[in-house]
Every structure is written in C-alpha cells, then in structure tokens.
C-alpha cells in the first residue's frame, strides 16, 4: 500500500477531515467521504461502502478504492481486458458493498 493510501486509512481509522496531494477525507456524522481529485470515490458508513470511479478508471483510483476495500476486509477491485470487475461481477459506478 502506497505511503498516501497508509495515512487515508489512519483518516478514516481515527475519523479525522484529511488532504494530501489529490486525495481527501471529509468525516461527518453518519459517513465518510474518500475524494480523489475532489470526486467522491467512495462513501463509507456503518452498513456499507459505495464506491465510484466517477468515470476515471485509472491505476490510482483503483489503488484508493483497493486500500479502502482491504482495509474493511472485502474483495479487491481487478482489471481484465481493460473492465474493472469485483466479486467477480462488472464494477459498476455507485455499486454498494455491504459491511454488515
């Protein structure tokens, strides 16, 4: 895990508003907010994560949204041909993974 990603989890870990470079923390009461170039890659809250692209699909934004995933324990997102895939299905934009 990149150096960046390490300290985006302590954010998320110790619920502390976060910025480095081009990725950022928000907390608020009932969800995080993981940006990445000012677009929220991924909202977190105690049910679930939601991710999204927002319709970048590119090495660094999967790495973010792969460290946050790991974090919480769940499959990491992988490339075939060009097509993000997770669980074995098509990563689609504003998909949900359950926490609980």
């Given at each position: 895990m990149r150096k960046i990603e390490e300290k985006m989890i302590d954010a998320i870990n110790y619920r502390k508003n976060w910025s480095c470079d081009n990725t950022m923390v928000e907390i608020?009461?009932?969800?995080?907010i993981v940006k990445l170039h000012f677009h929220p890659i991924a909202r977190i809250n105690k049910n679930s994560i939601k991710l999204s692209s927002f319709g970048y699909e590119t090495r660094t934004t999967k790495s973010r949204l792969n460290a946050i995933l790991s974090h919480f324990g769940k499959e990491r997102i992988y490339q075939q041909d060009f097509v993000w895939y997770i669980n074995n299905e098509l990563f689609i934009d504003g998909m949900s993974i359950s926490l609980v």
């Open positions: 608020f009461d009932n969800e995080i």
